[in-house]
Structures are given as structure tokens and as C-alpha cells.
């Protein structure tokens, strides 16, 4: 069975500072990769994810996650945060024949970032 | 993109009572999906509905307490039954969006006394 671990429950960080949220996975076939995001009162956004092809994948707002298969790791990174950056992060992995579309997505129990000024 | 309204966003209810929560999607999709994220737990899936036929569970939830219904490719109704404290939560539901992407909606917080 597959199994995500956000290690960090909370990662504050001051504005302009870099963060990595690191997300470890365990699973005995391939998986598809996913970063979500949950800004207060939202809901779940999509961030990034990884289906094949490049190891390191971006978002539209600066944030970058790098599969490692040998580490079973997809942390995400930004070298530089933003006060509206704060929000609570998900990591979430699949192994259906299209990702997530077929509703087996697996969840960590996400970290909440908080970027002060 | 999709775009995913919930009703109710937050409930208070009594222990017994049970609670309706909507899903409503502002375009046509076949796979809907509700899921229950418990106080510092992950998201887990409860079931997958599609229209016209009836909900899939996933192992430990049931259709006596959590029945589906899915009347149409833009709305679906999720009823959590005969609730205890264990069942306070955020409820969301979400869409298959194509291209290995899932839309959620804002939830629903329940708290039930």
C-alpha cells in the first residue's frame, strides 16, 4: 500500500527566506506526484505535479519540487517566500492509470507554511 | 478550471442528528469525489460517485452512514448519518479534472456536539 509523510507539521520562515517542504512517499510501484495548496478558507489547489519526463517540476509562483526516486522524496522548495505563500501544503501520490483523475489520491497530512514579515 | 461551491461551509450539530452537505460544480463532469479530513489528519477518500449509478466506498466507510447521491453531472449530496463527535471533520468534495488534476471545493467544517 501506498503512504505519504510530511515529516513538518509547521515550517515558519521569514519573508524573502528560503523554505523546503520535504514530502517521502512509500510505495512498490510507480506513482504519480502531486503538491497541493490550501490557502485559509480555500480549498485545495493543485500546485505542481510529477508524471514522467523531467525530475524537476515548477509552479507558476516560484515554487519547484524535484522527484528522487532513490530517496522516494518530491520536497518542494522556493528560494524566496512571500507573506502570501502562507498556507498549508499537501503532498499527494497515485498509482492510477491517469494520476489523480481516478480518485486514488493518497494525502499526507500536510505542512502549514507561515511567512511573517 | 472548475469551479466548486459546498453547502453548507460550516455546521454545529447534535449528536444523532444527521447533516446534508452539496457539492455544485459550475460545468459537466462524470467523476465526483468526497473526502473527510479529520483534526491534524490527512485527507481520506469516503467514495467516488458518478451519475447514474451508485457510489463506490472506499474500505472503513459505508453507505448507511454516508449515503451519495449523484442526480446529475453537476451536483452531488454527501449525508453523514446518525453523527457522533468522531465525525466532526472537514468534508470536501472534488472533481475529476482531467489531465491527472483534481478541483476541490472549500469543504464543509462540521462539529458535531
Known amino acids: 500500500a501506498q503512504s505519504v509523510t510530511q515529516l513538518d507539521s509547521q515550517v515558519p520562515v521569514f519573508e524573502e527566506a528560503p523554505v523546503e517542504l520535504r514530502c517521502n512517499y512509500s510505495?512498490?510501484?510507480?506513482?504519480?506526484l502531486f503538491w497541493y495548496v490550501q490557502y485559509p478558507n480555500q480549498g485545495l489547489q493543485l500546485l505542481l505535479k510529477?508524471?514522467?519526463?523531467?525530475?524537476l517540476v515548477e509552479s507558476i509562483n516560484g515554487f519547484e519540487a524535484e522527484f528522487n526516486k532513490s530517496q522516494t522524496s518530491f520536497h518542494l522548495r522556493k528560494p524566496s517566500v512571500h507573506i502570501s505563500d502562507t498556507a498549508e501544503y499537501f503532498c499527494?501520490?497515485?498509482?492510477?492509470?491517469?494520476?489523480?483523475?481516478?480518485?486514488?489520491?493518497?494525502f499526507g497530512k500536510g505542512t502549514k507554511l507561515s511567512v511573517k514579515p | 478550471s472548475a469551479v466548486i461551491s459546498q453547502k453548507p461551509s460550516r455546521d454545529i450539530c447534535q449528536r444523532g442528528t444527521s447533516l446534508t452537505i452539496q457539492c455544485q460544480v459550475d460545468?459537466?463532469?462524470?467523476?465526483m469525489f468526497w473526502y473527510r479530513q479529520q483534526p491534524g489528519q490527512s485527507l481520506t477518500l469516503i467514495a467516488t460517485?458518478?451519475?447514474?449509478?451508485?457510489?463506490?466506498?472506499e474500505s472503513g466507510f459505508v453507505i448507511d452512514k454516508f449515503p451519495i447521491s449523484r442526480p446529475n453531472l453537476t451536483f452531488s449530496t454527501l449525508t453523514v448519518s446518525n453523527m457522533s463527535p468522531e465525525d466532526s471533520s472537514i468534508y470536501l468534495c472534488?472533481?475529476?479534472?482531467?489531465?491527472?488534476?483534481?478541483?476541490f471545493g472549500p469543504g464543509t467544517r462540521l462539529t458535531v456536539l
Open positions: 510529477y508524471l514522467s519526463g523531467s525530475t
Open positions: 472534488s472533481v475529476d479534472g482531467g489531465y491527472n488534476e483534481q478541483f
Open positions: 510505495s512498490s510501484v510507480s506513482v504519480y
Open positions: 499527494a501520490v497515485s498509482v492510477g492509470n491517469y494520476g489523480g483523475s481516478q480518485g486514488n489520491l493518497i
Open positions: 460545468s459537466q463532469v462524470t467523476m
Open positions: 460517485a458518478n451519475q447514474g449509478s451508485e457510489a463506490t466506498y
